[in-house]
């Protein structure tokens, strides 16, 4: 079956620590996203990238780094500079990154900084 | 900047009861819209969408017109059933010189009672 795969479902991390989220997609999708839940605050886009090797800030792209080496994978890095890191974090593909194309997300990962 | 606006929830109501939930929207050009459905612990599913004015989009029940007239997108169910509980979330995506992105409302939680 095709579809996004995010693991871990859950991780916990301390304050101060990197941590990278897995995306991988088998859809053979050429565009994948990074969307961040807050309770309240529905999904803010962080990174997304239209191509391999390409990749565009979203609107709240600070403390967060991506890499596009492949295109079935797109992994998502909260580093040390994200003031506020606890939050769902969703993955995300669309077959071209158009305004009319579907996005399909994965199941996401729930991320806690103790 | 581009927006949605949906109804405060949460939305409680019995089985069998009508649903509305309202969605307005601000956008500068011509967006697509689109309805997305949560499920407890899960990422976001698409329910329906629908790409230009007076279009209707519909799956599972659940029927949203796109009307530019009132820049609104309201979904509607006939008869809710409890597994229906969910959140769902309204959201615009238009083109924009490349920068392609889905803006998302904050979402309405429903709740089925039977």
């Known amino acids: 079956d095709g579809g996004i795969t995010q693991s871990p479902k859950y991780l916990f991390r301390k304050e101060g620590q990197n941590v990278t989220l897995s995306c991988e997609q088998n859809?053979?999708?050429?565009?994948m996203y990074w969307y961040r839940q807050d309770p309240g605050q529905g999904l803010r886009l962080i990174y997304y990238?239209?191509?391999?090797?390409?990749?565009q800030k979203g609107d709240i792209a600070e403390g967060y780094s991506v890499s596009r080496e492949k295109k079935e994978s797109f992994p998502l890095t909260v580093t040390s500079a994200q003031k506020n890191p606890t939050a769902f974090y969703l993955c995300?593909?669309?077959?071209?990154?158009?305004?009319?194309?579907?996005?399909?997300f994965g199941p996401g990962t729930r991320l806690t900084v103790l | 900047g581009d927006s949605v606006t949906q109804m405060e929830g949460p939305v409680t109501l019995s089985e069998e009861a009508f649903l509305t939930i309202n969605c307005t929207y601000t956008?500068?050009?011509?967006?697509?819209l689109f309805w997305y459905v949560q499920y407890p612990g899960e990422g976001l599913q698409l329910l329906l969408k629908?790409?230009?004015?007076?279009d209707k989009g519909s799956n599972k029940g659940f029927e949203a017109t796109y009307r530019k007239e009132t820049t609104s997108f309201h979904l509607e169910k006939g008869s809710v059933q409890v597994s229906d509980s969910a959140v769902y979330f309204c959201?615009?995506?238009?083109?924009?010189?490349?920068?392609?992105?889905?803006?998302f409302g904050t979402g309405t939680r429903l709740t089925i009672i039977p």
């Open positions: 995300a593909s669309s077959k071209v990154a158009g305004a009319r194309d579907t996005q399909y």
């Open positions: 859809l053979n999708h050429d565009a």
């Open positions: 990238s239209q191509i391999v090797n390409d990749f």
């Open positions: 956008a500068t050009g011509y967006p697509s």
């Open positions: 629908a790409t230009k004015a007076d």
């Open positions: 959201a615009l995506s238009i083109s924009n010189f490349g920068n392609e992105k889905l803006t």
